[in-house]
């Protein structure tokens, strides 16, 4: 058995968790998420906390109804998290030049292309940006979705990785680029 599989789910206050024909519901006061269930899985709702157990009459081989234990109970534990506290991910531009500004949820990029990036973001994610004299440009997204928030934050991430010569790129807030020296520092 699978140890983070075999903890029970708390639900909280105001939560309400539904299951009908394997696919898990949550919906809370920021938001609704579902999620289907891999038959292998046993799913029960019951006292207030969801419990995962393994299907042993499934025909799916032990070793993959073990990962879906595991697998299943993170992913609706994440569901509880984001429908109650929501997630946020924060990100910075490190760049001379670099800016952001949105309009709803429209994200308009400018990093050193010839052409500023438009991202139309879905209506699940929020974004707040701020552009502050003498500080990178920040940008907040906030979801109850975590799997969704990860998605947009590696895509915004991509127009602009971070690089080890000079430290430009799209960050995470108090991320640490490992820095390496120049072609000049091995010469002698």
Known sequence: ?????????????????????????????KGEL??????S???TIENDQITFAINEESEVEQKQKQ?????YRALVNNMVVGVTEQYK???????????????????????GFTHPIVIELPKEVSV??????NKNPYICLTSCDKQLLGLICAKI?????????KGKGVLYVGEQIRRKSGKSAGAK
């Open 128 to 133: 707040e940006t701020k552009m502050e004299r």
């Open 89 to 111: 991910a924060e990100m910075e531009l490190v760049g001379v030049g670099f800016r952001v500004e949105n309009a709803g949820n429209r994200v308009t990029f400018s990093l």
């Open 1 to 29: 058995m699978s140890r983070i599989g075999k903890l029970p789910i708390n639900i909280p206050a105001g939560v309400q968790v539904t299951l009908q024909d394997n696919v898990v519901t949550v919906k809370g006061p």
């Open 157 to 165: 991430r991509s127009f602009r990785k971070p690089e080890p010569y």
């Open 41 to 43: 899985i046993t799913v």
């Open 67 to 71: 990962a879906f234990h595991g697998l």
């Open 34 to 39: 579902s999620q289907a269930v891999d038959p």
